[in-house]
Structures are given as structure tokens and as C-alpha cells.
């Protein structure tokens, strides 16, 4: 197992958090985890205000009591397939499939979007495969993951290839067809800081190469084995993560969230160390995760899945009734 020479104290600090936080947290092998630090600066004391006098409290009025809210009746969300999107990009139909949280209809509430990409060889059921659904079920019920609409769509062949706007590619499909198919459609939480993408190997090359160059859409973004080709002759510079990671100028201020892991026998994870110790040269903030144990498979992402879903939706309401009104326009 390596491990990166970032300061050893904040390791095991961070991965206690991260342990304590997550009940749903696998209780296996310490993990060894690289943060990034981010610089802080303490405030200067505020001065202490002269006293005043406390003026004598007025009665409250009498109100009559309005009917408690009741509570979600429901204990599971539930997946909507559709298998008839077509794309104009692709020049296909590129089917998606979206999970939808417990009495999505009946709380009128906007939600946050996770849109995850499936790995190479595979399709959008692999998020069922190692179960998502249930893994987000359950943190819901126990108030441990926050609510949010997850969009799973499909590669297709136009995801395999590397090919980059301005021609026909994955990520115009993504930018230009599904992301505003989903928020036509569902009723959503439409800015940078309630949009994630994320992705498996190939997808996670993709949910990077997106997020890295479009801050102002997703503000997090998660690779979980992500496979970063090195070779320049297959992702250009302008659309390589790992040349992005090196010398593109807007990363420093794009205030992304990223994470990243990978099982320490997992072939890709020498790219992923290599992306991680560029932005940790430049100073910007990431998470990277090496598990001690496991490689490219279903059974490693399994593992991990809640993990993933306690990354995304770390900073969104963890209840309903904290999302903004479907019935008034997205914050």
C-alpha cells in the first residue's frame, strides 16, 4: 500500500471524521486517505459590545396550533426507466435511468442531482448491480445520507470513443441533452452547488473531463477507479484531467469538490496518484482515497458505494422539509 507524504496527523484525523459521521461506513481496514489542506486564516476577536439593558419580555400571543406535517409514509424511492431518450448528438436513442427519493411527488421540494456514469463494458444497471438504490434507501431512513434525484444514463458507443467538442461527443450529450432533459422534467435544484457528477473507470474519466472544464455547472464531482489515459494522442490536453490537473488556469479559483479513490491493486491508481500530486504541488483542495484492499471490480465499488453517496450529498439537506419550494422558481 503507498502512502502519499501528506501530513500523517490530519490522515488519521480525517478518516476518523469520516468513520464517525457515516453509520452506514464499512468498519474495515483503516483507509489511507490524502487531503489536501486548504489554508485558513483565523479572524481577527470581534470587540466585546457595551452592555445594554434587557428590556422586560412581552407575552407571547396565543396562536392556534397548525397540523403537524406528516411524516414520509414512504421507506424506499423508486427507479424510473427511460428507454426511448433520443440523442441528436449520438444520432441514437441513449437510454437513463433516474431514482427518485420517498415521497418525491408529495413534498413539492427541489431536489439535488447526482448524475453518475457507469464503467466501460458495462451499462447504467451497474449502479443497481452494486446496489445503490439499497445503499441510499437505507441512509435516508436512518438520516444519514441526504435526499437527492440520481441520474444514471447509459454510454452507449459515443462514451467509448474520444472524441471532444466541437464534435459529436459524451459530453455535449451530457451538457446539451440530458442534464436539461432532467431538469424539465423532475423538479430540481438547479445550480453548481446541488449538481454532482461522478463515474466508475471509463465514467469517471468522463464525469472529470466534464466537471474540470464546466465548474459553473457541477461544483462536485467524484472518480471512483477513475481510468485517466496518459497518452495525449487519445485525450488531447484541453480535455485530459491529467494535463487539466497539471497547468490549467481556471482549477485553482473553479472551487470544485473532488474525490477520488481506488483499491490499492487497481491499475488504474498510478494515474490517479499522479493527478492527485499535481494538485496537491498547486495547492488545490481534493480528497484521495486509497483502500487497502481491492481492485477493478463490482465487488470493490460495493464496498464503497455509501461512502460515495455520503461524499456527494455531504453539504445538502439532510431533510426534505430543508430543500427550496418545487412551487416557486430554483434558488
Not at 488519521?12 to 489554508?39: E, G
Not at 439593558?53 to 426507466?81: L, N, Q, S, W
Not at 500530486?277 to 498547486?282: A, T, V
Request: overall charge negative.
Amino acid at each position: 500500500m503507498r502512502t502519499h507524504p501528506i501530513i500523517l496527523t490530519a490522515l488519521i484525523l480525517t478518516a476518523v471524521f469520516i468513520a464517525a459521521c457515516d453509520p452506514l461506513a464499512p468498519q474495515a481496514t483503516p483507509q489511507v486517505i490524502i487531503v489536501t489542506p486548504v489554508p485558513s486564516s483565523t479572524p481577527p476577536p470581534s470587540p466585546t459590545p457595551a452592555a445594554t439593558r434587557t428590556p422586560i419580555p412581552t407575552r407571547t400571543p396565543d396562536f392556534t396550533p397548525t397540523p403537524t406535517v406528516p411524516a414520509c409514509p414512504e421507506d424506499a424511492g423508486r427507479v424510473e426507466a427511460f428507454d426511448q431518450f433520443r440523442s441528436t448528438t449520438a444520432g441514437t436513442t441513449l437510454r437513463y435511468k433516474v431514482y427518485i427519493p420517498p415521497c418525491y411527488l408529495e413534498s413539492q421540494k427541489r431536489y439535488p442531482t447526482l448524475i453518475l456514469i457507469h464503467g466501460a463494458a458495462n451499462t447504467e444497471k451497474q449502479w443497481q448491480d452494486i446496489n445503490l438504490m439499497d445503499a441510499l434507501d437505507q441512509g435516508l431512513r436512518l438520516g444519514a445520507l441526504a435526499p437527492m434525484i440520481v441520474v444514471m444514463p447509459y454510454m452507449g458507443s459515443i462514451g467509448a470513443e474520444n472524441s471532444f467538442p466541437p464534435n459529436p461527443s459524451y459530453e455535449t450529450y451530457i451538457l446539451d441533452e440530458l442534464l436539461p432533459a432532467v431538469e424539465r422534467d423532475f423538479c430540481t435544484w438547479n445550480n453548481r452547488d446541488h449538481r454532482a457528477i461522478g463515474g466508475i473507470s471509463r465514467g469517471g474519466f468522463w464525469a472529470y473531463s466534464i466537471a474540470l472544464r464546466h465548474p459553473d455547472v457541477f461544483g462536485i464531482v467524484g472518480g471512483h477507479s477513475a481510468f485517466f489515459p496518459d497518452n495525449l494522442n487519445e485525450v488531447p490536453p484541453p480535455f485530459n484531467p491529467l494535463e487539466l490537473a497539471l497547468n490549467s488556469s481556471f482549477i485553482a479559483d473553479a472551487n470544485l469538490r473532488m474525490y477520488l479513490d481506488n483499491g490499492a491493486s487497481d491499475f488504474a491508481g498510478i494515474n490517479l496518484e499522479l493527478f492527485s500530486s499535481r494538485l496537491s504541488s498547486r495547492g488545490i483542495p481534493h480528497t484521495y482515497v486509497i483502500n487497502p484492499v481491492g481492485d477493478h471490480t463490482d465487488t470493490y465499488w460495493a464496498a464503497h458505494i455509501t461512502e460515495y453517496l455520503a461524499f456527494y450529498g455531504r453539504t445538502w439537506p439532510r431533510a426534505a422539509a430543508e430543500l427550496p419550494s418545487c412551487l416557486e422558481p430554483s434558488p
